[in-house]
């Protein structure tokens, strides 16, 4: 079965950065894609990056764009978020997911596995 599993998440003050990890397994799709997408408190879960993993195509939201990669490392079957220029309404539960059919979609509804997120704090 499909596990995907964050990490990388913790405290950081506004300007600094962190990078996100998310190691999966159990995946048999060929053209699929992945995608980061956040939670804050009382929020909506809102997209912020996506990439499909067979080129490498991606899209990020315009809220980090410039200050976010989203990334993979196939051979090691994890995929990045590398977060820059760090700000505190970044603060949220990060989520990986995939979409099994390789859409770079924004939508949470087209992607079927989550992982279990990882919590980012960004201190002012």
């Known amino acids: 079965q499909v596990q995907l599993v964050e990490s990388g998440g913790g405290l950081v003050q506004a300007g600094g950065s962190l990078r996100l990890s998310c190691v999966t397994s159990?995946?048999?799709?060929?053209?699929?894609?992945m995608g980061w997408f956040r939670q804050a408190p009382g929020k909506e879960r809102e997209f912020v990056a996506t990439?499909?993993?067979?080129?490498?195509?991606?899209l990020h939201a315009d809220s980090v764009k410039g200050r976010f990669t989203i990334s993979r490392d196939s051979a090691k079957n994890t995929l990045y978020l590398q977060m820059n220029s760090l700000k505190p309404e970044d603060t949220a539960v990060y989520y990986c997911?995939?979409?099994?059919?390789?859409?770079?979609?924004?939508?949470?509804?087209?992607?079927?596995?989550w992982g279990q997120g990882t919590q980012v704090t960004v201190s002012s």
């Open positions: 997911a995939l979409d099994q059919l390789g859409r770079l979609a924004t939508s949470k509804a087209y992607y079927a596995y």
């Open positions: 990439i499909r993993m067979s080129d490498a195509g991606t």
């Open positions: 159990g995946v048999i799709f060929r053209n699929y894609a």
